[in-house]
């Protein structure tokens, strides 16, 4: 098996009985796996709500270290509805000209960088100096402000021996909470300056309100991007041959960049609390018991995907739920995609070919199933186009 093969941890069990039990932290989640199932509930908000205790409907739960309830991601309609009016048309930014031109700049200047090095760790020394950069252009602010988050390493609520860890979670919050108190002092035009100044339902966000929908900017695409940018440079490296087709039919690259999120799905999955009793796949969802919505699965079903476990760049029908489903689809999806996007045009204009070094593989653990999210490490050798 290659670096870059991602295996369909849950084909069995989605085949035999779509439905996998598993305990987090003392609160069991039914995993659901099968595509229909998993999009069907996610559009089901009525019965499968969001807008739960903060932190509950995340896997692994983070009700022990955020009390703060994330906006629009934590909020059910009609709240929902109204909370991401506020925010839809900045979080459409990335459509702009000038926004996929700072992305190409930022790219451009991280690849240039790293190709005079040769040898390289991916994630400490480019994918996550990416990731962080690129965020200063979705908050609109300076990007030297992108060392600090930098700094804090790959993961913002996990350490080395903890998958949540509260002390971490700490200096996110304490950091925004910071930047809100300096924004409301000297209001710019910044995320936080205009969230600042909307009103919800008559009058002005709280700041309770203006740190949740930061929060979940902060959090919900760091990981995620980090674990797209690192597999597919694993995946490049291991298919020389993609690099020439993506450079020679740039129009590939719309339908690429998509089947790669679906393949990789860097997100595994994402809970819901049960509002009333519900049966799916044969199993019964109780009252205030947890349902998780499984993309990674759903995203490999034979029942949708013809040859679910390879890489297809060309795929042309691809359905695929790695960006969420429904009213709660991905607010950054658009930025997610644009950054994807550029990061594929801008490596194939500039490297030639890269080879795997050394891998550290990052497996979840969820009961009887253990999933390749992406890597702890990946050491890389790039070499540049003459």
């Known amino acids: 098996m290659g670096v870059s093969d991602f295996p369909d941890a849950f084909k069995d069990t989605r085949a035999t009985k779509g439905v ?27 019965s499968f709500i ?52 700072g992305l190409e700049a930022i790219i451009a200047a991280e690849l240039d960088r790293v190709l005079v090095k040769g040898r390289i760790e991916a994630i400490a020394e480019l994918s996550l100096p990416i990731q962080s950069r690129a965020l200063t252009l979705l908050l609109n602010i300076p990007m030297k402000e992108a060392e600090t988050w930098i700094s804090w390493g790959t993961h913002v609520f996990r350490s080395e021996d903890s998958d949540l860890d509260g002390d971490k979670a700490a200096i996110l919050y304490d950091y925004i909470d910071a930047e809100i108190d300096k924004l409301i002092a000297n209001p710019d035009d910044s995320l936080y300056g205009v969230l600042l100044q909307s009103e919800y339902q008559g009058r002005k966000m709280t700041k309770e309100e ?11 695409g760091r990981d995620t991007i980090i674990n797209y940018l690192t597999n597919t440079l694993a995946y490049l490296a291991e298919h020389p041959e993609a690099i020439t087709e993506l ?19 860097p997100l595994t999955h994402m809970g819901r609390v049960v509002a009333q009793e519900k049966e799916v796949s044969g199993h019964v969802a109780k009252e205030d018991t947890r349902v998780s919505l499984c993309w990674a ?8 995907f013809e040859n679910p476990n390879a890489v297809v760049l060309d795929r042309k029908m691809n359905p695929h739920v790695a960006f969420g489903f429904g009213t709660h689809k991905c607010l950054g999806a658009t930025h997610a995609r644009q950054l994807m996007k550029v990061f594929l045009r801008v490596f194939t204009q500039k490297v030639a070919k890269l080879t795997v070094v050394k891998a550290v593989e990052n497996i979840e653990d969820w009961g009887e199933h253990q999933r390749k999210v992406g890597f702890d490490s990946l050491e890389i050798e790039l070499n540049p186009i003459k």
């Not at 659901?32 to 009525?46: E, I, N, P, T, W």
């Not at 450079?247 to 799905?265: G, H, K, Q, W």
């Not at 699965?297 to 949708?304: G, L, T």
């Open 210 to 220: 203006v740190k949740g929908v930061l929060i979940l900017t902060f959090a919900g």
């Open 297 to 304: 699965s759903a995203n490999r079903d034979e029942a949708i």
């Open 20 to 46: 996998c039990p598993f305990n987090d932290q003392n609160d069991s989640v039914a995993m659901l796996l099968r595509f229909k199932d998993v999009r069907k509930s996610a559009h089901d908000y009525k």
């Open 247 to 265: 450079r020679d039919n740039p129009e590939l690259l719309n339908t690429a960049i998509e089947e790669l999120v679906r393949y990789f799905s």
């Open 50 to 101: 969001s807008g739960a205790q903060p932190g509950r409907i995340v896997v692994p739960s983070e009700v022990n270290i955020r009390d703060t309830r994330q906006i629009p991601f934590e909020v059910d309609p009609p709240e929902h509805t109204e909370y991401r009016a506020l925010v839809e048309d900045w979080f459409k930014r990335p459509l702009d000209a000038a926004y996929e031109a």
